[in-house]
């Protein structure tokens, strides 16, 4: 059986992972908007990773006898001008995704619940590589966002990006 804060720390997550994924599809209409679809597609796939980490939690969660409770997603906020505002939001979101992931982590190692521990020993990872491809793309849009072909190629390099299932194993 599950820690009790253990378990309703998951269950938030799973909430917060589905918010997250209603984010990068904000972001996504916003480039769309902006006639930027390589960068669409790059949000895009970034919700689909954020609805599988939510149904990961999910899926551990009932795989562990909690029961699960969905919320309402709460509509972003992000308020979206110019094209960086995106980026910028995504990495701060990233970092706040990390600080809670990091958080349930504490709350399992207080509890002794190793094997919470070892769950979330891939979304530490996960959120480390998050933070740094948020960070790269705020790095390559400000040496080629204001160039229109560097913009064009960065945009055809996003475009490329495709969807990959998570291969973490329950």
Not at 4 to 15: A, G, H, R, Y
Not at 51 to 61: C, E, G, N, P, S
Not at 78 to 105: C, F, R, W
Not at 143 to 165: H, I, N, V
């Amino acid at each position: 059986m599950l820690n009790e804060k253990v378990s309703q720390l998951l269950n938030d997550q799973v909430n917060k992972e589905f918010y997250s994924a209603y984010l990068y599809l904000q972001f996504s209409n916003f480039y769309v908007e902006q006639g930027l679809a390589g960068f669409a597609n790059w949000y895009k796939v970034q919700a689909q990773e954020e609805r599988d980490h939510a149904m990961l939690m999910l899926q551990y969660l009932q795989n562990n006898d909690v029961p699960v409770t969905l919320e309402a997603v709460a509509k972003p906020d992000a308020e979206l001008k110019a094209n960086m505002d995106p980026l910028k939001a995504g990495l701060a979101h990233e970092q706040y995704v990390t600080s809670l992931i990091h958080a349930i982590y504490e709350a399992a190692y207080e509890a002794r619940d190793f094997r919470t521990m070892q769950f979330l020993d891939w979304f530490v990872k996960e959120q480390g590589e998050e933070e740094t491809n948020a960070t790269d793309l705020i790095k390559k849009m400000e040496l080629f966002g204001s160039d229109p072909k560097g913009l064009y190629m960065l945009d055809q390099e996003l475009a490329a990006r495709t969807y990959a299932a998570p291969s973490l194993t329950l």
